[in-house]
Structures are given as structure tokens and as C-alpha cells.
């Protein structure tokens, strides 16, 4: 009973290096959003998919690529890594039918 | 505009006490859903509860009691003889119908029980 399983839990990058934040479900959810998590401004929805194929962006987007060629993974791409990228990092699914989010273990992500 | 409003960022409580943690929202949709998660210190999102915006009724679960009102667009969270294990991170949430049941977090609070 996996739920929800993001990699890597930590990490550290230098300025400019590109990395990919693994995330997957194995609940067959149709929604799968990245937030990340900054103290004192709770969690901001990055991006999010609807379903495999289709994705959107949320509320701070920039810096940040996804793709959803399957219903069960929703990798999230740091292009360029820069020090504002500094956060924790959660992926989650939704299933419209039951419309309660559930959320990995999150990814601390350190960019030097 | 903030959707999801908590407007204490941090309370500390002796252990025993009752602490009450609140959240206000704000929506123009008719369905929507309002959660309340809980973030210890190791780090994960917990799930607590999720009441829909046409279930008024009060829950009470354990030493946790949650008061709905759509009156004032509130929907606070009590812990009844709080433990040092309830120290943690408080997130009110709120999904709305119209867009696409997305979620919106507050800020949190971030509750200390005091031994």
C-alpha cells in the first residue's frame, strides 16, 4: 500500500544544475499537483495534471517543468537550479470520486 | 486574495489544555470541501478530516472536535487535552468545485504542547 512516493527525500545542488524530483501513485488518481512548502507561506501549488497527458500551472510555476505520460507518475524538472528553489517539496494525488488529497513524504531540496 | 485565512501562526499550550486552532475561508462556490491536515515534526502531511460545504454538523473524533460554520466561513479545530505529540504544524485547506478541486492552504499553525 505505497500511496504517494517521491524521490529523492534530500538533496543538495549547486547553482544551475538541472535535477528531476521523481513522484508516483499507484492509487489510479486522475489529479497529481507539486507543491512546495516555504516557512510562514504554507504550500504553493507548482503544477498540477488532471489526467496523463495534460498538465497546468499553479500558482508559482516558474523554474519548474512536468510531464504526465501515465496516469501514475508526475515528475517535476528543476531546469536551471537557482537558491530561491530552496523549499520542501510534496507531491500529491487526488481522486475526483473521493476528493481528499493525499501527499508523498516531500523532497528537501538545498540549491548552493 | 488569501482563500484559506490562519491567523495564528504560532500558540503554545501546557499540556492538558484545550487550544482551539482557527481557520476562516473565503469562496463564492456552493461545493466545496474544507480539510484540515497535520504536519509533525518529521515532516509528512497528515490528513485529518474533510467535511463538505453541505454538512454542517460538528465532528468529534477522539480528542479532536471540529466546528463548521458557513455563517461566518469558519472551520476551527479543537483539541481536547492536548498531548505533547499534537505539537505540529496545523494546514486548513479548501477545495473548490469550480476550479477543478484545487486546493488552497492556509499558512498554518504551528502548535506547541508544553510538558
Known amino acids: 500500500n505505497a500511496g504517494v512516493t517521491q524521490t529523492p527525500k534530500f538533496q543538495v545542488l549547486k547553482t544551475g544544475q538541472s535535477m528531476t524530483l521523481q513522484c508516483a501513485q499507484d492509487m489510479n488518481h486522475e489529479y497529481m499537483s507539486w507543491y512546495r512548502q516555504d516557512p510562514g507561506m504554507g504550500l504553493r501549488l507548482i503544477h498540477y495534471?488532471?489526467?496523463?497527458?495534460?498538465?497546468d500551472q499553479g500558482e508559482v510555476p516558474n523554474g519548474y517543468n512536468v510531464s504526465r505520460s501515465t496516469t501514475e507518475d508526475f515528475p517535476l524538472r528543476l531546469l536551471s537550479a537557482a537558491p530561491s528553489q530552496t523549499s520542501v517539496y510534496f507531491c500529491?494525488?487526488?481522486?475526483?470520486?473521493?476528493?481528499?488529497?493525499?501527499f508523498g513524504e516531500g523532497s528537501w531540496l538545498t540549491v548552493v | 486574495a488569501q482563500k484559506v485565512t490562519q491567523a495564528q501562526t504560532e500558540i503554545s499550550v501546557v499540556e492538558k489544555e484545550d487550544v482551539t486552532l482557527d481557520c476562516v475561508y473565503e469562496t463564492r462556490d456552493t461545493t466545496y470541501y474544507l480539510f484540515w491536515y497535520k504536519q509533525p515534526p518529521s515532516g509528512e502531511l497528515v490528513f485529518l478530516i474533510r467535511?463538505?460545504?453541505?454538512?454542517?454538523q460538528n465532528e468529534i473524533s477522539g480528542r479532536y472536535s471540529w466546528n463548521f460554520q458557513k455563517s461566518t466561513s469558519s472551520f476551527n479545530f479543537t483539541i481536547t487535552a492536548s498531548q505533547v505529540v499534537d505539537s505540529a504544524v496545523y494546514f486548513c485547506?479548501?477545495?473548490?468545485?469550480?476550479?477543478?478541486?484545487?486546493?488552497?492552504f492556509g499558512t498554518g499553525t504551528s502548535l506547541t504542547v508544553i510538558p
Open positions: 467535511r463538505n460545504s453541505f454538512d454542517e
Open positions: 485547506a479548501l477545495s473548490e468545485q469550480g476550479t477543478g478541486n484545487q486546493f488552497y
Open positions: 500529491a494525488s487526488l481522486s475526483f470520486s473521493g476528493n481528499t488529497i493525499y
Open positions: 495534471s488532471v489526467g496523463a497527458g495534460i498538465t
